[in-house]
């Protein structure tokens, strides 16, 4: 039987539905959230990042503002910048816009945001949340792609359910699906892979994380009862390293040529080569032998949209009380 397509789109809309509700409530106690995204410079890519934001959060009702710092602001001026936005009890949440200018330490201006307002949870403290078991503000693409495959209805893994199951379950740590569900996360960065294990890992899945060393990615991968890939390279797991009736969870983005049926580069509208957007996985193959598997795009893409309104609503709910 071909995979179930996982709706991306549909389960990060319920999340924003009920992020809705909850914005609209802080609101109507005079403590709604403003996110500020700060940029440096000049980017045209950033642009579009920035517009998308902004849309997303008023949609919402997330109050959003831009603040534009030169070309020439220093690595110290940022900090100051960042620190007049810690201390401002107005502000609840802060986004840096990437790439900063070339001679800007990325990392450390990052850091500089206060972990409260950190929404992108990349701040040591959040992710020392995430190995504590509190994905409050815990990294977005992670997150989201986490909460994708417990959206799923895979069946239990144990069955009848341990006592312990059941009471972990009443706890909300994990579901019956996850439960005991071997996981292999390929990639182990630190906004993805590495948090995206800890997640797992914390719902009572026993997790193998692959790398650029691991010597037998194939057969790690086979393994996975959910296997979740976030490696930026396109076609790196194929048909046959998918146990049959797995989660697939694609996070990487490509954008690779978009080839016709005739071998040849698509045109697109304006006459040039055409490219598409593809993830990790040989999607088409895949199908035949994965029991659920992320599109791409359409899968995890927003999600990460979701769980960054999300982390703006927390802390906003965190920072009002
Ligand atoms: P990254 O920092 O470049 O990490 C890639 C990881 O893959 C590294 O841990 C790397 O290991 C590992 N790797 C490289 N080659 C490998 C191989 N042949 N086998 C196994 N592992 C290998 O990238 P990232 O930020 O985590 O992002 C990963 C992908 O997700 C990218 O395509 C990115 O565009 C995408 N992404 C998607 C979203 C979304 O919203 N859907 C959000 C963020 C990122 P080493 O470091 O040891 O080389």
């Given at each position: 039987?071909?995979?179930?397509?996982?709706?991306?789109?549909?389960?990060?809309?319920?999340?924003?539905?009920?992020?809705?509700?909850?914005?609209?409530?802080?609101k109507?106690a005079?403590?709604?959230?403003?996110?500020v995204?700060?940029?440096?410079?000049?980017?045209a890519?950033?642009?579009?990042?920035?517009?998308?934001?902004k849309?997303s959060?008023?949609k919402?009702?997330?109050?959003?503002?831009?603040?534009?710092l030169p070309?020439?602001?220093?690595?110290a001026d940022?900090?100051?910048?960042?620190g007049?936005?810690?201390?401002?009890?107005?502000?609840?949440?802060?986004i840096?816009?990437?790439?900063?200018?070339?001679?800007?330490?990325?990392?450390?201006?990052?850091?500089?945001?206060?972990?409260?307002?950190?929404?992108?949870?990349?701040?040591?403290?959040?992710m020392?949340?995430v190995?504590y078991?509190?994905?409050?503000q815990?990294?977005?693409?992670?997150h989201?792609?986490?909460?994708l495959?417990?959206?799923?209805?895979?069946?239990?893994?144990?069955?009848?359910?341990?006592?312990?199951a059941?009471?972990?379950?009443?706890?909300?740590?994990?579901?019956?699906?996850?439960?005991?569900?071997?996981?292999?996360?390929?990639?182990?960065?630190e906004?993805?892979?590495?948090p995206?294990?800890?997640?797992?890992?914390?719902?009572?899945?026993?997790?193998?994380?692959?790398?650029i060393?691991?010597k037998?990615?194939?057969?790690?991968?086979?393994?996975?009862?959910?296997?979740?890939?976030?490696?930026?390279k396109?076609?790196?797991?194929?048909?046959?390293?998918?146990?049959?009736?797995?989660?697939?969870?694609?996070?990487?983005?490509?954008?690779?040529?978009?080839?016709?049926?005739?071998?040849?580069?698509?045109?697109n509208?304006?006459g040039?080569?055409?490219?598409k957007?593809?993830?990790d996985?040989?999607y088409?193959?895949?199908c035949?032998?994965?029991?659920?598997?992320?599109?791409?795009?359409?899968?995890?893409?927003?999600?990460?949209?979701?769980m960054?309104?999300?982390?703006?609503?927390?802390?906003?709910?965190a920072?009002?009380?």
């Amino acid at each position: 039987m071909p995979a179930q397509i996982i709706d991306g789109n549909a389960v990060a809309d319920r999340i924003v539905a009920e992020l809705a509700a909850e914005v609209a409530k802080l609101k109507a106690a005079g403590r709604g959230p403003l996110l500020v995204a700060v940029q440096v410079g000049e980017n045209a890519a950033s642009r579009v990042y920035i517009k998308n934001q902004k849309e997303s959060c008023e949609k919402i009702g997330i109050s959003y503002r831009l603040d534009e710092l030169p070309a020439t602001t220093t690595q110290a001026d940022l900090a100051a910048h960042i620190g007049k936005l810690n201390a401002d009890p107005r502000v609840t949440g802060v986004i840096l816009q990437m790439p900063l200018p070339e001679g800007l330490d990325p990392r450390a201006a990052q850091r500089a945001i206060g972990f409260e307002k950190d929404i992108e949870g990349m701040h040591p403290a959040n992710m020392g949340r995430v190995v504590y078991g509190d994905a409050a503000q815990a990294p977005c693409t992670a997150h989201g792609a986490y909460l994708l495959a417990r959206s799923l209805e895979l069946p239990p893994s144990h069955d009848p359910l341990p006592e312990f199951a059941k009471r972990v379950i009443a706890a909300g740590k994990t579901t019956a699906g996850l439960y005991g569900k071997n996981v292999v996360v390929v990639g182990h960065s630190e906004i993805v892979g590495k948090p995206l294990a800890l997640l797992f890992l914390d719902s009572f899945c026993t997790v193998s994380v692959c790398h650029i060393a691991t010597k037998n990615l194939a057969e790690m991968a086979r393994q996975a009862d959910i296997l979740c890939v976030a490696v930026g390279k396109p076609g790196l797991i194929k048909a046959e390293m998918i146990k049959p009736g797995a989660a697939v969870i694609d996070i990487g983005i490509n954008r690779v040529p978009d080839i016709g049926p005739d071998g040849k580069q698509l045109l697109n509208k304006k006459g040039k080569p055409a490219m598409k957007t593809v993830g990790d996985v040989d999607y088409e193959k895949a199908c035949a032998v994965a029991g659920w598997i992320t599109p791409v795009p359409g899968g995890v893409g927003p999600m990460t949209v979701a769980m960054l309104l999300k982390n703006v609503v927390e802390a906003a709910r965190a920072a009002r009380g």
